[in-house]
Nanobody, 123 residues
Framework: VQLQASGGGLVQAGGSLRLSCAASGRIFSINDMGWYRQAPGKQRELVASITRDGSTNYADSVKGRFTISRDSKNTVYLQMNSLRPEDTAVYYC???????????????????WGQGTLVTVSS
């Protein structure tokens, strides 16, 4: 399973960005999808996650500003509004997925990561 993230960039404080992450490959199923971020000198942290049935979870620091969503084509989005300088980080998408084998059955669930997209918020 490959995850391709896009949408990062430079934005002024108070601005908005929308991140996208498309999953591709021999996908049997995708359960939870999420966005994590890692700022310089800090550990990677969960930003938001969404289950297969649409239930969401957010870090306290982004509640009310960020919205996670997903579509039926295995793409997850992160709408980021009212951005702050402390939101500056590399954002990674994540998916818990089962792959389809050549024999037509499914592997055990594994976690897959995208390549990361840089979000820089200037003050």
């Amino acid at each position: 399973v490959q995850l391709q993230a896009s949408g990062g960039g430079l934005v002024q404080a108070g601005g908005s960005l929308r991140l996208s992450c498309a999953a591709s490959g021999r996908i049997f199923s995708i359960n939870d999808m999420g966005w994590y971020r890692q700022a310089p000198g800090k550990q990677r942290e969960l930003v938001a996650s969404i289950t297969r049935d649409g239930s969401t979870n957010y870090a306290d620091s982004v509640k009310g500003r960020f919205t996670i969503s997903r579509d039926s084509k295995n793409t997850v989005y992160l709408q980021m509004n009212s951005l702050r300088p402390e939101d500056t980080a590399v954002y990674y998408c994540n998916a818990a997925s089962r792959q389809l084998t050549r024999w037509g059955n499914a592997t055990a669930e594994n976690n897959y990561w995208g390549q990361g997209t840089l979000v820089t918020v200037s003050s």
